[in-house]
T-cell receptor
Framework: GDSVTQMEGPVTLSEEAFLTINCTYTATGYPSLFWYVQYPGEGLQLLLKATKADDKGSNKGFEATYRKETTSFHLEKGSVQVSDSAVYFCATAKGAQKLVFGQGTRLTINP | KAGVTQTPRYLIKTRGQQVTLSCSPISGHRSVSWYQQTPGQGLQFLFEYFSETQRNKGNFPGRFSGRQFSNSRSEMNVSTLELGDSALYLC???????????????FGEGSRLTVL
């Protein structure tokens, strides 16, 4: 079945550092890809998405590009802030009414 | 517009008991999904309901069940609780159930279940 593999955390960076969180997926066909974020004590929120190859999703300074040739959807941000501290989940979905999530990557940004 | 509301937020049960969790979706949303979140297994899909019908089910034992009412509110039930059922149970709603492919699932804050 479909699966998602994320870079293991936790990841700790200093404010204004460059962020990359790797995500690769296994799926047949052409799944949609997502990044969700979970802030402490809250539910998940959709951060960005891409629905076809070469699409770039972006939001709040975060970006991710759907790379079908490498089956990847890496999350990047050029300059992180303390407020970006959260758990980030990569996910895929295709057809069925369900998301398949990666294990999550805990990100801590120090001032 | 109110978000997805889950109750109770926290609960403690003992092995062998059963539990019912409730989810009120965003007004107008007809699809409700449930996910289990644990440190070891991460986020796993339980089931999805649309217009009172279960359309998809994850790989969980029959002790896990759910239903959806005509007002789109949903409940999930876990019977004969085991220690391993301790988790954060997340509910998500979407407008028409096709929201998964567009990523537009709206999650509640979850119900944290502890089984002793």
């Amino acid at each position: 079945g479909d699966s998602v593999t994320q870079m293991e955390g936790p990841v700790t960076l200093s404010e204004e550092a460059f962020l990359t969180i790797n995500c690769t997926y296994t799926a047949t066909g052409y799944p949609s890809l997502f990044w969700y974020v979970q802030y402490p004590g809250e539910g998940l929120q959709l951060l960005l998405k891409a629905t076809k190859a070469d699409d770039k999703g972006s939001n709040k300074g975060f970006e991710a590009t759907y790379r079908k040739e490498t089956t990847s959807f890496h999350l990047e941000k050029g300059s992180v802030q303390v407020s970006d501290s959260a758990v980030y989940f990569c996910a895929t979905a295709k057809g069925a009414q369900k998301l398949v999530f990666g294990q999550g990557t805990r990100l801590t940004i120090n001032p | 517009k109110a978000g997805v509301t889950q109750t109770p937020r926290y609960l403690i049960k003992t092995r062998g008991q059963q539990v019912t969790l409730s989810c009120s979706p965003i007004s107008g949303h007809r699809s409700v999904s449930w996910y289990q979140q644990t440190p070891g297994q991460g986020l796993q899909f339980l089931f999805e309901y649309f217009s009172e019908t279960q359309r998809n089910k994850g790989n969980f034992p029959g002790r896990f069940s759910g239903r959806q009412f005509s007002n789109s509110r949903s409940e999930m039930n876990v019977s004969t609780l085991e220690l391993g059922d301790s988790a954060l149970y997340l509910c998500a709603s979407s407008l028409q159930g096709q929201g998964v492919n567009t990523g537009e699932l709206f999650f509640g804050e979850g119900s944290r279940l502890t089984v002793l």
